[in-house]
């Protein structure tokens, strides 16, 4: 089944304690991105990659790495997590040219940084 | 970005069309026009897309205005599955999003 597969699905950690959150598409897909959803803000953009080795910042950035060494693997990690990185968290995959075909997202990493 | 603007909130009966605006006044030549919508618990879903013509797909329609500056989206006979909230997106290339807060849909039996 074509899938977009994160893991884990929910998270609580402590401030300060490196972690990653893992995303794998098995689609063959270039294009990869991660996403926040909070509360009245609707889903804000972190990083995104259009290939392996190719990353660029989305609209929220700040505290967040990503690494694209593999096409289907787009992990990302919270060097020092703080509370206001308490969110919901979505990976995505689509072909390249994304104009023309939709995103694939994954089923969402619920973190919560105390 | 260009932004959209959407309803924050519709109600449709079961059984019946259900037509979801959406204003984009800032709308530039190269942007398309996405459509996602979001059950809940679950990730974001595409729906439709298109760029100057209404497009059909098994999902829904989407309806552009001649000047791009609006769009619509029409599910034919809603049910209780459409219940979701749907967000209009516009990008030039589909690398940045910009998902906004979208229109939850409620469907009444």
């Known amino acids: 089944e074509a899938q977009v597969t994160q893991n884990p699905r929910y998270l609580i950690t402590v401030t300060g304690k490196k972690l990653t959150v893992t995303c794998s598409q098995n689609m063959n897909h270039e294009y990869m991105s991660w996403y926040r959803q909070d509360p009245g803000l609707g889903l804000r953009q972190i990083y995104y990659?259009?290939?392996?080795?190719?990353?660029d910042k989305g609209d929220v950035p700040e505290g967040y790495k990503v690494s694209r060494k593999e096409k289907r693997n787009f992990p990302l990690i919270l060097e020092s997590p703080s509370p206001n990185q308490t969110s919901l968290y979505f990976c995505?995959?689509?072909?390249?040219?994304?104009?023309?075909?939709?995103?694939?997202f994954g089923s969402g990493t619920r973190l919560t940084v105390v | 970005d260009a932004k959209t603007t959407q309803p924050n909130s519709m109600e449709s009966n079961e059984e019946e069309p259900v037509h979801l605006p959406c204003n984009h006044s800032?709308?530039?030549?190269?942007?398309?026009i996405h459509w996602y919508r979001q059950l809940p618990s679950q990730g974001p879903e595409y729906v439709i897309h298109g760029l100057t013509s209404n497009v059909n797909n098994r999902m829904a329609s989407l309806a552009i205005a001649e000047d791009r500056k609006s769009s619509t989206l029409i599910l034919h006979r809603a049910t209780l599955r459409d219940a979701a909230v749907y967000y209009c997106?516009?990008?030039?290339?589909?690398?940045?999003?910009?998902f906004g807060t979208g229109t939850s849909l409620t469907v009444i039996p």
């Open positions: 997106i516009l990008s030039p290339t589909g690398n940045q999003f910009y």
């Open positions: 800032t709308i530039s030549g190269t942007d398309y």
């Open positions: 995505a995959s689509s072909r390249a040219g994304t104009a023309n075909y939709g995103y694939t």
């Open positions: 990659s259009m290939n392996v080795e190719v990353t």
